[in-house]
């Protein structure tokens, strides 16, 4: 019972895992460039969360979508204002913008009173709640962030496989110049894909408060985040959530049957494997490039 309650318990990290895994290859596949900066926009994400309970009072219930759309329209802006004016120069340069992007936001938010350096909680309807299953106990947090990634999940692959935008968005991923040609706004779809990552981050910053708090730090954790995008592979959305339950569950493990310190490096050393044995990721496309 143990083993199992470690498993549940990596399953919901690994979700928060493949949430911002999902940012980054929602991201890619729209601009091909890296957002360094997205564990940064699940910290931001976290704080509005945490100034809709605490400062404007609204229910836990209301303050999730009001922190998604808040961070929504801060990702659409911030595309429109600082990724898309360099677009077009390489990779690069717009790999170096997120990564000081993300220092700058740090900075900023240990200015603004009430945020700071200090650590806050979000308190939640299910704080402290467990489920029973004869020895299981299961934490009410656990399951509600496995809860709330399945239907994200869902939504988002309705969005992508139904609407027109979503379609357009899958044509402007895979070839830019030839969406614009058939009349696609490609670049009013980047601003769209970057106000999608930010919500997805967002949520993800709102679910995993209970469980480590919120403070300017926790951006961090989107260094692991990056290792759940390789090992699913770089361009599949699918992908990201199983490598980020991956990363999950052998982190977890890593940190109950293994020597202490190794459940910090698990991640890199799941990335090391699966780069020696699939290069592409679990679900990644094999791409030739003739010469």
Not at 241 to 253: H, K, T, W
Request: charge should be positive; charged fraction near 10%; proline fraction near 4%.
């Amino acid at each position: 019972m143990q083993a199992l309650q470690v498993i549940i318990s990596g399953i919901s990290q690994g979700c928060i895992y493949g949430l911002i895994a999902l940012g980054f290859v929602l991201i890619y596949k729209a601009t091909e460039t890296v957002n360094f900066a997205q564990g940064e926009l699940m910290m931001l994400g976290a704080f509005l969360g945490l100034t809709a309970t605490a400062v404007l009072g609204l229910p836990y219930w209301a303050a999730v979508p009001a922190a998604l759309l808040a961070m929504a329209a801060f990702g659409f802006v911030l595309e429109r204002a600082v990724i898309n004016p360099i677009l077009g120069q390489p990779a690069f340069a717009i790999v170096m913008v997120t990564i000081g992007f993300g220092f700058v936001a740090r900075g900023l938010v240990t200015m603004i009173p009430g945020w700071g350096t200090d650590t806050h909680t979000i308190e939640t309807p299910f704080r402290g709640e467990v489920l029973r299953a004869g020895t299981l106990v299961i934490a009410a947090e656990h399951l509600a962030i496995i809860a709330a990634t399945v239907v994200l999940s869902a939504l988002l692959y309705a969005f992508f496989r139904y609407s027109r935008v979503g379609v357009a968005m899958q044509a402007a991923s895979q070839n830019q110049l030839a969406a614009y040609c058939m009349g696609i706004p490609v670049r009013r779809l980047n601003g769209l894909i970057w106000a999608i990552s930010a919500a997805v981050a967002a949520l993800a910053g709102v679910l995993l408060a209970p469980l480590t708090f919120v403070h300017v730090n926790m951006g961090f954790i989107g260094l692991k985040a990056f290792p759940a995008a390789v090992v699913g592979g770089f361009g599949s959305l699918p992908g990201a959530l199983v490598g980020g339950i991956v990363i999950g569950v052998v982190e977890a493990l890593a940190g109950v049957y293994l020597p202490e310190g190794f459940k910090d490096v698990a991640a890199y050393v799941v990335v090391l494997v699966m780069l020696a044995v699939k290069p592409n990721g679990l679900f990644g496309e094999t791409m030739r490039k003739k010469v």
